[in-house]
């Protein structure tokens, strides 16, 4: 099995952005260095018998001030954004190798190891379910119906096409329309399982390959790693990974509404 993590990324990404705080941070010191030499010498100048207006140089005062405090409040929030960032990309390695669970309706077919594609449906009452699985390029390959129970099931496909053809390896999705007696529409979420080959900590949060499509973090939904103690391990990384997530959204909006 193939691991591509990309933390370099991640790393130049948040030298490029201290980069260009350092120098806005020099402009503005020059700039205010600048305004403080300029108001002095006005100052030492004025005529006695008509004085200069103060108040204005004072709010400009302020204002400098203001932006410089702006700047320095901006390069701390960074430095926490990139503390953050790298808490969640050693928690994301951990998961290279366990079999996840995550939202999504795309399954790999593997007829070589007699792996037919599984999905996980979710119906809130019993139903019947309109089929349809796409391949990669969007070409209907198999339609049918299922009957559907209140409550978690599997759905599987062994890759034999409508037409009887049997189609070759690949991710093929699951799209599904359900209704109950009475006719009425039910809604059905599907979810797919898949070993975690690569994490990519460049994506902005970062993702995973999960059997061959990459997917969001956010979207795992429970895993399971073969072993007891390496999940409950691996259980306590995704808690603290989803957490790491939030607090990592939530200062990269305050970051948005200060700049």
């Known amino acids: 099995m193939t691991t591509t993590t990309t933390p370099v990324a991640s790393t130049s990404a948040a030298s490029t952005a201290a980069g260009i705080n350092n120098t806005s941070s020099q402009q503005i010191a020059g700039n205010f260095d600048e305004f403080l030499q300029i108001l002095t010498t006005q100052l030492q100048n004025q005529d006695p018998l008509s004085p200069m207006d103060s108040n204005s140089f004072t709010q400009e005062l302020v204002e400098f001030a203001s932006v410089e405090q702006q ?46 594609a599984t999905w996980t449906l979710n119906s809130p ?8 699985i796409t391949n990669s390029s969007g070409q209907t390959v198999f339609t049918g119906t299922t009957a559907l129970n209140a409550g978690t099931q599997t759905y599987t496909w062994n890759g034999q096409g409508s037409n009887g053809v049997t189609w070759p390896d690949g991710n093929y999705t699951l799209s599904i329309t359900a209704t109950g007696a009475n006719g009425q529409a039910v809604s059905v979420s599907t979810q797919v399982q898949g070993v975690v080959s690569a994490v990519n900590t460049s994506a902005n ?26 999940s409950s391990g691996l259980t306590s990384s995704l808690s603290t990974l989803n957490s790491n997530i939030g607090s990592l959204t939530s200062t990269i909006n305050s970051l948005s509404q200060l700049l």
Do not use: E, F
């Open 125 to 132: 009452s019993a139903a019947t379910g309109n089929v349809s």
């Open 205 to 230: 949060p970062p993702t995973l390959t999960v059997g061959g499509q990459t997917v969001p973090m956010s979207s795992i939904q429970s895993i399971n790693s073969g072993g007891s103690g390496s």
């Open 71 to 116: 700047i320095d409040t901006n390069t701390n929030m960074q430095t926490m954004i990139s503390l953050q960032q790298a808490s969640t990309d050693l928690a994301g390695l951990q998961l290279v190798g366990a079999t996840v669970t995550v939202s999504g309706n795309s399954a790999a077919l593997a007829n070589a190891s007699n792996s037919p």
